[in-house]
């Protein structure tokens, strides 16, 4: 079982190649031990074993590693890649079992949720315990599996995709820098556009959208294509919208919760309700928006610590719950 965008890894024979946050391989199978194995590109990858932590992997060198279960019976492995990996895409090897290991069928959850966004969805430096970070610091304390998506999907046993990149926005990326905004890069498998993505099984019952972060924190700049704030505020809530409509037509039973904080002085919250309102005006019934406020911003660079996630799980929570049949599709 693969959840998170893949495709197939041309420079080896097996292998997925990857680059999106919070990718995460299952396997089943018989046995007393089984193998799986690490490609190209610097990752942390947490290994679980029969639903228990095992061990975490920071950036492991490239080939097979071996899993010793203790006996013979039915056991599940898991793989996080829990890193983020903004630089080029990374290479899973796959599964193998030892001589004499059958393989078992696993199911896809019953349930499925996306989670759309940027650094906060990413789950940047969400375990660090300081605002004052290297680079290095950043990317090792970065876990997306205990950022707030994984923590609500797992309240409902449900797979996750987690389709964020940090310092990105709607329309404009963080302190205005170059590079394709969220909607655009969300169109493809990896960050070089080169192949879209297909996925026939993917079918969220819900969709959590928090971006405007990087499009509103940082003054305008001399070149930059908004000459005026109201600019900008158009561009993004015109954005906005036609790629929440987007995601409709590919989702139609899909229900959407788009959130948002009181950084940059409420000007993300004041312009995402702007585009929920607009939205709900039009007939988009099933979107919801929700003020998430009071967070700490006490780990890397005034982003969400674990706790904030945590907090952000927690109100996602209560906002799914109080709709009904909100899973009956």
């Known amino acids: 079982l693969v959840s998170g965008r893949v495709e197939a890894a041309r420079s080896v024979k097996t292998g997925y190649k990857r680059q999106w946050p919070g990718t995460y391989f299952e396997t089943a199978f018989v046995g007393a031990k089984a193998f799986f194995k690490i490609g190209d590109g610097d990752v942390i990858v947490h290994v679980s074993l029969d639903g228990k932590y095992i061990t975490t992997l920071i950036k492991p060198t490239q080939g097979l590693y071996r899993v010793d ?155 930059e294509k908004w ?31 788009l959130w948002a904080t009181e950084k940059a002085d409420g000007e993300i919250q004041s312009e995402v309700k702007k585009v929920a309102d607009s939205l709900r005006a039009s007939g988009e019934h099933r979107l919801d928006y929700v003020a998430i406020n009071g967070l700490s911003f006490s780990a890397c660079h005034s982003h969400p610590s674990q706790a904030d996630d945590k907090k952000i799980a927690d109100i996602l929570y209560e906002t799914i719950n109080q709709q009904p049949n909100i899973w009956n599709f």
């Not at 000459?227 to 993004?236: Q, Y």
């Open 227 to 257: 000459k005026t704030r109201a600019e900008l505020h158009a561009d993004f809530e015109s954005t906005y919208k036609t790629f929440i409509r987007g995601l409709r037509a590919k989702n139609p039973h899909a229900y959407f919760i």
């Open 69 to 223: 279960t203790g006996n013979d019976r039915c056991h599940d492995l898991r793989i996080d890649i829990v890193s983020e990996s903004q630089g080029q895409p990374t290479l899973f090897g796959g599964f193998f079992g030892a001589r004499g290991t059958r393989p078992v069928q696993l199911s896809s959850r019953r349930h499925q949720i996306e989670f759309i966004g940027d650094s906060f969805t990413v789950g940047y430096a969400n375990t660090s315990t300081k605002q004052d970070c290297t680079q290095d610091e950043v990317w090792r304390s970065t876990d997306t599996s205990r950022s707030f998506g994984p923590l609500l999907a797992r309240r409902y046993d449900a797979d996750y995709q987690v389709n964020a990149i940090s310092g990105r926005g709607m329309v404009r990326n963080y302190n205005g820098f170059a590079a394709d905004p969220l909607p655009v890069a969300y169109q493809f498998n990896t960050f070089d556009n080169t192949s879209e993505p297909t996925q026939a099984n993917w079918r969220p019952g819900v969709i959590v959208v928090s971006l405007g972060t990087n499009d509103f924190t940082t003054a305008l700049h001399d070149g």
